[in-house]
Every structure is written in structure tokens, then in C-alpha cells.
């Protein structure tokens, strides 16, 4: 029996035990609050979409996109989750399904992508910061950033009860402002939402393929929270739950802003980031635009915590099983948390939080599409070699549903990378082939040292 089979016979026999006795476990509240926060967090950042493709292109994109993409995935995630509820959730089930090169691949690329996003969602707050503090310089900017790193870096120490209080919090708060947004935008209806429905004079690729990498990029992240299912309690019910409520929650988080805000304030060719703001302005007044202007500051700081939760159990389930160095699966003695692979997490995050999320979002697709297609191809494999794993919750519909959860995100990724513009092209191929370089690496390195394949 291996590694991976080891952990998952011992999480299904006691789900609720639990590797360090002071870890806290979050239940099914804190984790709907922690999932939503990492997927979606708000609408914030949709408004290029619409000045990118089009009002009309968008909402569909909006209204659509989770049946190829999300929706699929969820389900895929929800019975590995019943069925594997370990720490490292897709990862390990990639390596159980393909062996350790695909598995490897799994964990580096999802852990790289993550060095993307942590740092510009640092930058994207201060940004916002910038809108109450004019004046402020580019180093006391970089400082903000990593000040708000660290503050979360202590949360997420602390554990996954205290950063799904903070997730709930902030979340609560950011609803106020959208949904007093939405009930005013609705009395002031102006404008045909849906006109036009293409941007005039766009390259083709420009409107369906950047588009399309921005639709799925606001609906990634469903098979994150899987990295943390042994912190959980009872994953077997408790995720397939969250997911059940999260999907149609951020459905509707991005589409009734979106749809209300083209309708009552207009000015489509306008959009641009952080336009949420503006356009809470024309509908309610500046006392509006100001509140939305902090909800989306809070929004960066919600997708941040959730980011480091979710992506610091990579390297810390990589270490387990013998790819990365012993010392990051340290514990922390009070809060039973890998406070060393989140510390090492966070500097790298630190690193690059100088960086503009408009630039690289095309090359974390790449990387976040890879991953998204390892998961549901290993959803298909796992039904075939593992027949015998337990499952409280299977993808229902038989063969047809197993083929649409697999098929369906499988061609939406290849759409999305072929219609990739030209930096995103390069770039996304360069940190993809970057995680086979680093496997022949380290298994050069290591030899004997490395984990026996997962078969």
C-alpha cells in the first residue's frame, strides 16, 4: 500500500481525526466562507471583460461558463474529496491516478501559479489604498503590500478556524455595499445591459479568446480547498456541501453587479479596474462609490488569506512525500499548521508583490487550466483503476456525467490557450515547461531519495 493509499484508508476510516491534536477544524460555515472567498471574493475584477469583449459577451460568459468550467470541476473534486480526504487534496489525487511525474506537475505548477496571485493581491489593496492616499510613493506602496502579507501570514498560522472568522467577516462586509448597489441600480435602469455584444474593431481572438482566459480565471480555484480536507471536519459531507452552495453564490456574485451596473451606469467602454467604484458613484452618489472602494480593498484582503490557505498545504504535502525539502512540513506546536512551508510561501510573495495582475494573468491561466485538467482526468482514471475506493458522493448521471465533467473543461482550457495573446502564449509555455526541468532536478539530486511511483 502507498503513501497516498495509506492516508486515504486512515482519513475514511476516522474523518474527523486529525494529525496534530491542537489543530482547529472548520465546519461547514467557515468553509462555505473560505471557498467563496478564494473563487470569487466579490465581482471585482470582471470589469476588463466587458471593455476586453464586450457587455454582451461578458454576461453570457458570466451566465455560462461555470457549465464547462467550474461546474464540472466541482463535482469531480466533491467525490475525490469523499474518496481521498487528504492533506493535498488534488495533488495526491493526481499522483494516485497518473504516478509521481504528473503528480509532481500537479503540485509544482499549482504552487507556482500561486506566486502570481499572492503578491498582486497584496498590490491590488494598496492600489486601492492609493485612491485615499494620493500622494504615496512606490516604496511606501511596496510596504503596505507587505504589511498586509504578514498580517495574514499570522492568521493563516493561527489556523483554518481563524482565517475562515476573517474570510466570513470580510465577506459579509463586502456583500453590504454590492447588494445596496444592486437594489439602487435596478431603480435607475437606463441602459440595454447586453448592447453591444461584441467590442467593434477587436481581434477575434482579443474578444473570445483573452475574454474566455479572464472568464475562467474568475471561476478557478473549485479543487483549491481540497488541500486542506484533513482540516476539515468531515470532508466527506462537508465539501460536497460547500461546493452545492459556493458554485451558484459566486454565479450570482458576478453576474447581478455586472448585469445591474451595465444597465444604470453604462459607459461600457469605460471599464476598466476597479470601475465597480465609479459606477457606484453614478448610481448612489460619492458616499457609495466610497464604500464600494473599501469593499473591494477588503476583497483583496479576503482572496489573499484564502490564497495563502490553500496554496501553502502544496509544498507542505510535496515535503511528505520526499519532492521538496523535509524541514517544510514543520508544524506549529500550538496551531498544528506547516507555519514554515506558509512562512517561505509568503517571502516568495513578498517578492513579487511589485507586479500588475493585468500582465500575468494569461500566463497563471496556463498553469491553473493544467492543473484544473490533471484533476478532472484523474476523476476519470481513479473510477477505473480504484473502483473499489469508497465514494459518499459519485459525479451522478453514469458514463454520459462522467464524460461531461471530464470532456467539458478539458476543451474549454484548450480554447482558452489557444486564443492566448502573444505574451501569454510564451510566457504560460516557459512556466509550464519549467516543472518538468525542476522534477528532472530533483530526481537527479535525490535518486534513491524520491518517493516510490503511486501505482
Known amino acids: 500500500m502507498t503513501t497516498i493509499d495509506k492516508a486515504a484508508a486512515k482519513s475514511a476510516e476516522n474523518p474527523s481525526a486529525s494529525k496534530a491534536s491542537t489543530l482547529r477544524k472548520a465546519g461547514l460555515f467557515y468553509l462555505v466562507f473560505v471557498m467563496f472567498s478564494y473563487t470569487t471574493g466579490g465581482p471585482f475584477g470582471l470589469e476588463d471583460m466587458v471593455t476586453t469583449s464586450g457587455p454582451g459577451i461578458t454576461l453570457i460568459y458570466l451566465l455560462v461558463l461555470p457549465f464547462f468550467w467550474c461546474i464540472p470541476v466541482s463535482l469531480v473534486s466533491a467525490e475525490l474529496t469523499t474518496a481521498m480526504p487528504v492533506e493535498g487534496g488534488f495533488y495526491r489525487w493526481t499522483r494516485a491516478a497518473f504516478g509521481d511525474f504528473w503528480g509532481f506537475l500537479a503540485g509544482w505548477w ?23 492616499l494620493p500622494r504615496m510613493t512606490w516604496w511606501e506602496h511596496y510596504l503596505i503590500s507587505v504589511a498586509l502579507i504578514v498580517v495574514l501570514t499570522w492568521v493563516n498560522v493561527r489556523g483554518i478556524q ?16 454590492i447588494a445596496v448597489m444592486i437594489g439602487m441600480a435596478f431603480e435607475h435602469w437606463h441602459y440595454d445591459p447586453f448592447t453591444p455584444w461584441v467590442v467593434p474593431h477587436q481581434p477575434t481572438f482579443k474578444i473570445f479568446g483573452v475574454g474566455l482566459a479572464l472568464g475562467l480565471w474568475l471561476y478557478s480555484g473549485y479543487e483549491q480547498l481540497s488541500t486542506v480536507a484533513e482540516e476539515v471536519e468531515n470532508p466527506q459531507r462537508t465539501y460536497p ?40 458613484k453614478i448610481i448612489g452618489g460619492p458616499w457609495l462609490g466610497t464604500w464600494m472602494t473599501l469593499a473591494a480593498m477588503l476583497g483583496s484582503v479576503a482572496l489573499l488569506n484564502s490564497t495563502i490557505l490553500t496554496t501553502t498545504r502544496m509544498p507542505f504535502a510535496m515535503a511528505e512525500d520526499k519532492y521538496l525539502p523535509h524541514v517544510l512540513t514543520r508544524k506549529h506546536e500550538r496551531y498544528g499548521t506547516p507555519w514554515l512551508a506558509i512562512v517561505v510561501s509568503a517571502v516568495i510573495y513578498g517578492l513579487l508583490a511589485w507586479q500588475s495582475l493585468a500582465q500575468l494573468i494569461s500566463v497563471y491561466i496556463w498553469l491553473r487550466s493544467a492543473t484544473t485538467v490533471l484533476t478532472v482526468l484523474s476523476g476519470w482514471k481513479l473510477r477505473k483503476s480504484r473502483p473499489e475506493m469508497k465514494r459518499t458522493f459519485t459525479v451522478p448521471g453514469g458514463r454520459a456525467g462522467l464524460l461531461y465533467v471530464v470532456s467539458a473543461p478539458v476543451v474549454m482550457a484548450m480554447v482558452a490557450l489557444l486564443g492566448s495573446d502573444r505574451f501569454g502564449l510564451i510566457g504560460g509555455a516557459i512556466a509550464m515547461l519549467l516543472g518538468p526541468l525542476v522534477y528532472l532536478i530533483l530526481r537527479s539530486r535525490r535518486g534513491s531519495q524520491m518517493p516510490v511511483e503511486a501505482r
Not at 162 to 177: D, N, R
Open 110 to 132: 499549482n504552487w507556482s501559479a500561486s506566486f502570481l496571485l499572492g503578491g498582486i493581491y497584496a498590490v491590488l489593496f494598496t492600489d486601492y489604498v492609493v485612491y485615499y
Open 162 to 177: 481563524m482565517v475562515g472568522q476573517v474570510a466570513t467577516a470580510l465577506e459579509l462586509f463586502i456583500f453590504v455595499p
Open 241 to 280: 456541501w460547500a461546493l452545492a452552495i459556493v458554485v451558484p453564490l459566486s454565479m450570482a456574485a458576478y453576474f447581478l453587479p455586472a448585469v445591474a451596473g451595465l444597465g444604470s451606469a453604462g459607459h461600457w467602454n469605460e471599464w476598466h479596474a476597479g470601475f465597480f467604484s465609479d459606477a457606484a
